[in-house]
């Protein structure tokens, strides 16, 4: 079975403190993103991978940094935690299409972590 | 004007009766759309996606594609308790490795 799989389903953290927060995917997925879901804001994209090594900004990516060292890993580090960073945060990861239409090129997501800064 | 906009519900809808849910797309130029269900507390599960004009089935399920109207629907048939969640609707430009989703619409099934 396929999968995204994202390194804890609950975390507590501190003000000020460094996170990471881990996603890995065993498909082969050349895209990898990373997404925080807030009630009534819907999914917002915080940076997405297309490859090895590259990292684009999403639409939120303030106080965000990423790292893709791997095709198969792709970490979201929050440098200096802070409370309005409490949310569910979501990994997914796609096939990249180059240019095709046909197929699916849609996301499978990980479970989520649920982080809660205090 | 948002990107992706799908009506929050909540829709409520009989045991056995036909779900219909609805998203409506800006960009003229979008090549493929994406049906996710989300479970309150779980992530987003792609349940269909259908790129070409016209309808596609999977069980209980049919999306609808309309590129000129720029809308895509989802029917549920038979509807059960276990389909309550919200729906997100999903489409990706041409050329875009993203998707831009909508905020979703909550679907309640009554028993």
């Known amino acids: 079975d396929v999968k995204v799989t994202q390194s804890s389903r609950y975390l507590v953290k501190r003000t000020g403190e460094k996170v990471f927060l881990e996603c890995v995917q065993d498909m082969d997925h050349e895209n990898m993103f990373w997404y925080r879901q807030d009630p009534g804001l819907g999914l917002r994209l915080i940076y997405f991978?297309?490859?090895?090594?590259?990292?684009e900004k999403g639409d939120i990516p303030e106080g965000y940094s990423v790292s893709r060292e791997k095709k198969e890993r792709f970490s979201l580090i929050l440098e200096s935690a802070s409370t309005n960073q409490t949310s569910m945060y979501l990994c997914?990861?796609?096939?990249?299409?180059?240019?095709?239409?046909?197929?699916?090129?849609?996301?499978?997501f990980g479970s989520g972590t649920r982080l809660t800064v205090v | 004007q948002k990107e992706v906009e799908q009506n929050s519900g909540p829709l409520s809808v009989p045991e056995g009766a036909i779900a219909s849910l609805n998203c409506t797309y800006s960009d003229r130029g979008s090549q493929s759309f994406f049906w996710y269900r989300q479970y309150s507390g779980k992530s987003p599960e792609l349940i269909m996606f259908i790129y070409s004009n016209g309808d596609k089935e999977d069980g209980r399920f049919t999306a609808q594609l309309n590129k000129a109207s720029q809308y895509v629907s989802l029917l549920i048939r038979d509807s059960q308790p276990s389909d309550s969640a919200t729906y997100l609707c999903a489409v990706r430009g041409f050329g875009n490795e993203k998707l831009t989703f909508g905020t979703g619409t909550r679907l309640t099934i009554i028993p």
């Open positions: 997914a990861s796609s096939y990249g299409d180059r240019g095709r239409v046909k197929g699916n090129y849609g996301y499978t």
């Open positions: 991978s297309y490859d090895v090594k590259m990292k």
